[in-house]
């Protein structure tokens, strides 16, 4: 299947409200200025509380709970077929808005407004199951956030010339314009092969 053009760059305007349609904006390096410094600091913290090493396997172990955040996410929340006439506009602001204009680079990572009161809500989550775990792991689930946000972009955007990044792009853009109920993970197909959404 061939690789989707998608680099001509399309946005509507969403709210009448100059201030809501500009901060349903933003800019891809947002995320990484906003939430590279989280994720150092909870690293720096977490080394003291639980050792060198061991914070890299709590490290880790965060990115993986955030493929499966991720993934759950995508399936369940972005792609629920609402039928409630307030709920289906929440679902287009949310997601459908980006299936309709997959190519608008303004609205492709998340805007603060939301991502920050979603990260503030993981972190309590984190804290509460994980105790003295919570920094280590906490800072491998931003970085898996993080780093969803780039690729997803980047699927988009960017060539993409890595066999890796060949995969993920082509996987992404599958879901998009070939099979919207297959291939959920952005960031990784595992939960799609586990869970038998992959596109075979």
Do not use: C
Request: charged letters at 10%.
């Amino acid at each position: 299947m061939k690789l989707y053009i998608t680099n001509k760059d399309e946005s509507i305007t969403l709210f009448k409200n100059p201030i809501l349609n500009a901060l349903s904006h933003i800019h891809p390096m947002i995320p990484v200025v906003s939430y590279l410094p989280v994720i150092l600091y909870n690293l720096f913290f977490a080394i003291p509380q639980t050792g060198y090493y061991f914070t890299w396997v709590l490290f880790i172990s965060g990115i993986i709970v955030w493929t499966f955040v991720e993934y759950i996410m995508h399936r369940f929340v972005f792609h629920f077929h609402p039928t409630n006439a307030i709920l289906k506009k929440i679902h287009y602001l949310t997601h459908g808005i980006h299936h309709d204009y997959p190519s608008d680079s303004s609205r492709l990572v998340m805007p603060l407004p939301i991502s920050i009161p979603l990260a503030f809500l993981f972190y309590l989550v984190h804290s509460y199951f994980l105790g003295t775990w919570t920094q280590a792991t906490y800072a491998g689930f931003i970085s898996g956030y993080l780093w969803y946000d780039m690729i997803h972009y980047a699927t988009h955007h960017w060539k993409m010339r890595s066999p890796i990044g060949k995969f993920l792009r082509k996987n992404h853009l599958e879901h998009h314009f070939a099979t919207p109920n297959k291939s959920f993970g952005v960031t990784s197909p595992l939960w799609d092969y586990i869970f038998l959404t992959n596109k075979k």
